[in-house]
């Protein structure tokens, strides 16, 4: 698959990114005489959300469960300023919104340590 191609093609629609459903583009270049593969994952965006770059591509397979089978409940730990709760978070409303009638909402918690007083004090 030419990625190349594929970044002009979606760059000349006015795209800045790509939708999420194939890997991660890889631009190749020469610097000092080497060759270097940079894999792109900042042209990738998540459907349905407004999560992209690497957060997009580890939160595929999440965001392509059904509605039947994405878990009733998320539980996560990590840092109170954590992108990828705000990750998780936008994903399971995304659930919420786009689930059948009747259904009972997906839920999101998230723990974390206690908050440094540099942050209590600067939130």
């Known amino acids: ?11 000349s629609q006015g795209n800045s990114t790509l939708p999420l459903h194939k890997p991660s583009p890889v631009d190749v270049m ?18 349905g959300s407004q999560i992209s770059g690497n957060k997009a591509r580890k939160m595929f397979a999440l965001n392509q469960l059904s509605s039947d089978e994405f878990p009733q409940c998320v539980v996560s730990y990590g840092g109170p300023q954590s992108n990828a709760m705000l990750a998780l978070a936008a994903i399971v409303h995304f659930q919420n919104q786009t689930r059948p009638t009747g259904a009972p909402p997906r839920r999101f918690v998230y723990y974390t340590k206690k908050l440094p007083k540099f942050l209590r004090k600067n939130p």
């Open 1 to 11: 698959y030419d990625w190349t191609s594929a970044v002009s093609s979606s760059k």
């Open 30 to 47: 020469v610097v000092q005489d080497r060759m270097i593969y940079v894999k792109r994952d900042d042209q990738l965006r998540l459907q």
